[in-house]
């Protein structure tokens, strides 16, 4: 089968999978608008007390990016996956490394698929909510929307490539909770999950740019919400780029040793 044909089918594939759950997305979409509302609340009650702005956001855009980023939390898979771990552990990848089909591309595949389906009825709500309840601070032209499409599909395939890299640990880990554990906390700490990572004190925000964790979550948001436009949005988004040209290149590589080390251990 032609290759784009086949990305395609494991892209429909893992649409069709997530679009099974109906149950477990209405209870993701409710759980992300709650805390949602708290986050929106707790923003805008931070920004008041702070004097009115806090690093260039006031109350409409500081609800605006708590809003947003509760949205993105399904697409971009901030909490993960760890099927490959699995796969790994009970010894299931030795069917996928005998299918005619790079695993790598298989899985990221079937994670677009998963992030176009999980965007309406897990991204979408919270926006509503968000629109009728603090409202929302967007632009008016249609460019920021457009290059925030983008960023955000760099961020979803970007979130892919970490977790890829972090479940290729199985190879060589027993236990994967503590790891797991670590790139969490660092993950949503450092991408803006929690806070706008314009908020960090020097050294943290220092911490943060040598990392890829704020293109996932901070950088969407600045270009959709026109913080950052022209050059200074297509740089961001080159970053991004960058960032995942450099993950993908490493989980290749780190998966061909893993391989190589699982068929010695296997004989």
């Not at 949602?36 to 690093?55: E, N, R």
């Not at 389906?117 to 979408?124: A, D, L, Q, S, W």
């Not at 964790?213 to 960058?242: C, K, N, R, W």
């Amino acid at each position: 089968m032609d290759p784009a044909r086949l990305f395609a089918a494991h892209v429909a594939m893992g649409f069709r999978r997530w679009s099974t759950y109906r149950l477990a997305m209405v209870a993701g979409a409710f759980t992300n608008t709650v805390f949602g509302l708290i986050k929106a609340y707790i923003t805008v009650g931070a920004i008041g007390a702070a004097g009115g702005t806090v690093a260039g956001y006031d109350a409409a855009t500081g609800a605006t990016y708590a809003w947003l980023a509760q949205a993105l939390i399904g697409p971009v898979a901030v909490f993960g996956w760890r099927e490959l771990a699995l796969r790994i552990r009970t010894g299931d990848i030795a069917v996928d490394l005998a299918r005619p089909v790079d695993p790598q591309l298989a899985f990221l595949a079937a994670d677009i698929g998963r992030a176009a389906y999980t965007f309406i009825p897990r991204g979408f709500p919270p926006l509503l909510v968000g629109a009728l309840v603090t409202g929302l601070a967007l632009p008016t032209t249609p460019l920021p929307y457009v290059l925030g499409l983008v960023s955000a599909m760099l961020a979803v395939v970007l979130s892919f490539a970490g977790w890829w890299l972090l479940n290729l640990a199985a190879f060589w880990l027993l236990d994967l909770r503590g790891a797991t554990t670590l790139y969490l906390v660092a993950s949503n700490v450092l991408s803006g999950m929690i806070v706008p990572v314009h908020w960090f004190p020097g050294w943290l925000w220092t911490v943060a740019s040598w990392t890829p964790f704020p293109s996932l979550i901070q950088t969407p948001i600045d270009v959709v919400m026109g913080h950052a436009t022209g050059t200074e949005a297509l740089g961001l988004i080159g970053t991004q780029a960058a960032w995942l040209a450099g993950l993908l290149i490493a989980g290749r590589l780190v998966f061909r040793a893993g391989a190589r080390r699982l068929v010695v251990q296997g004989g």
